[in-house]
C-alpha cells in the first residue's frame, strides 16, 4: 500500500527504444518539488494488460474494417500472452461490446468479435451500412464508458483507440475524461486512420488536439496507420505497452489530497517520456503515531509548492 508503481513510456525522440536507462538516471519530481530517484525499476514485460480495443467506424477507420479481423487475431497470437484479456468496442451511431474480457489465447473468439462489432445491426444507424454519425459523435463520453468498463480489472488497464480522435461535443469535457482515466492509472493509445483530407491530421497542425493530449497525459502516444499498416502498428503499439518502465517509490508521508504533478525526467537524455497516473490513500497519521508500528525510513517522495488541484467531494 506505501509503494506506488508508475507505468512509464520512455522513447527516444523519433519514438525508437532507448539503450536500457538505470535507476539512478531517472529522476522524479512532484508538484515541482525536489528532484529524487526511484527506489526500483524494472520493464513492464509480461504483466498482464487488460486491453480495451474501440473501433471508431464513424469515419475514416471505416476504411480499414475489411483487414480488421485478419489484423487483430494477427496481433493477438503474436503480441498478447496468455494472462492478458481484451474487450472489443466499435461505434459510430451506438456503441456497442462484442468481446468482454476474453482471454488473449482465445484469438479466433476475438477475431470473431471484431467481425460481429463491425456489422452489428444498426450500428450505422436504422437504414445505412456506412458511416452516419460522425458529424454528432460523442467520443469523450464513448472512452469514458469503454475506459468504466476496465477501470476495476487488475492488470496493467490500456484503451486503443482506432479513430481519427474527433468529438462533437461530448457533455463530459476530454479533461475530465483524462483525469478519470489517469485516478484508474488507464493509458490510452490511439491509431489515426489513413487520412481523406489534410485536415484529417489535425494533431500534426495544431498545437491543441485534445485527443492527442489525451493520450499523452495518460502515459500514452499516437501513431497513424493504413490498412497495408495497421499488423505492424498494432504489433508496435503493444512492443511499447511491453517496453514501459515501472518506476516505483514510497508514497509520500505528508501532502495534501488532490491531483498532484509528477515529472519524470532522464538525465543526459531528450526522451519521450509520457508517465500514467496512479491513485494511492494518504497516509493515517494515527497508523504512524501507533506505537506498535515499526519505523520505517522517511520516503524520498516529497511535494513541492505547486498546490493541488482538489478533488470533488
Known amino acids: 500500500m506505501n509503494s506506488l508503481q508508475i507505468p512509464t513510456l520512455v522513447l527516444s525522440a523519433s519514438l525508437a527504444q532507448l539503450p536500457p536507462v538505470s535507476i ?32 471508431d467506424l464513424s469515419g475514416n477507420a471505416f476504411g480499414l474494417q475489411s483487414s480488421f479481423s485478419r489484423s487483430i487475431l494477427a496481433f493477438a497470437n503474436q503480441s498478447l500472452q496468455p494472462r492478458d ?6 461505434v459510430d451511431c451506438l456503441l456497442v461490446r462484442t468481446a468482454n474480457d476474453l482471454p488473449a489465447s482465445e484469438g479466433d473468439l476475438i477475431a470473431h468479435a471484431v467481425d460481429k462489432a463491425i456489422s452489428f445491426p444498426q ?10 454519425c460522425g458529424d454528432s ?10 475506459a468504466q468498463s476496465i477501470s476495476s480489472l487488475p492488470g496493467r488497464r490500456v484503451v486503443l483507440v482506432l479513430s481519427n480522435g474527433y468529438d462533437h461535443r461530448s457533455p463530459l469535457h476530454w479533461n475530465e475524461l483524462r483525469t478519470y482515466a489517469d485516478e484508474r492509472s488507464i493509458t490510452f493509445f490511439g491509431l489515426y486512420p489513413p487520412a481523406i483530407d ?19 497525459l495518460t502515459g500514452g502516444l499516437i501513431l497513424s496507420t493504413s490498412a497495408p499498416d495497421l499488423p505492424a502498428d498494432l504489433k508496435r503499439t503493444m512492443a511499447f505497452v511491453r517496453g514501459r518502465y515501472i518506476l516505483e517509490f514510497p508514497r509520500p508521508d505528508t501532502g495534501e489530497r488532490g491531483f498532484h504533478d509528477i515529472d519524470v525526467t532522464i538525465k543526459n537524455h531528450d526522451a519521450y517520456i509520457r508517465a500514467a497516473g496512479v491513485s494511492y490513500p494518504s497516509a493515517d497519521p494515527s497508523i504512524a503515531a501507533d506505537p506498535t508500528t515499526l519505523p520505517s525510513p522517511p520516503s524520498p517522495a516529497v511535494y513541492g509548492n505547486r498546490h493541488p488541484v482538489k478533488v470533488p467531494q
Do not use: Y
Open 123 to 132: 450500428l450505422h444507424g436504422a437504414k445505412s451500412s456506412t458511416p452516419h
Open 85 to 90: 484479456h481484451v474487450s472489443i468496442f466499435a
Open 24 to 55: 539512478d538516471e531517472f529522476n522524479i519530481r512532484l508538484d515541482g518539488g525536489p528532484l529524487f530517484h526511484p527506489t526500483h525499476i524494472r520493464r513492464e514485460g509480461d504483466d498482464p494488460i487488460d486491453l480495451a480495443i474501440l473501433l
Open 137 to 146: 459523435l460523442h467520443l469523450w463520453n464513448t472512452l469514458a464508458t469503454v
Open 198 to 216: 489534410p485536415d484529417s491530421f489535425h494533431f500534426m497542425l495544431s498545437t491543441e488536439d485534445p485527443f492527442n493530449q489525451l493520450c499523452q
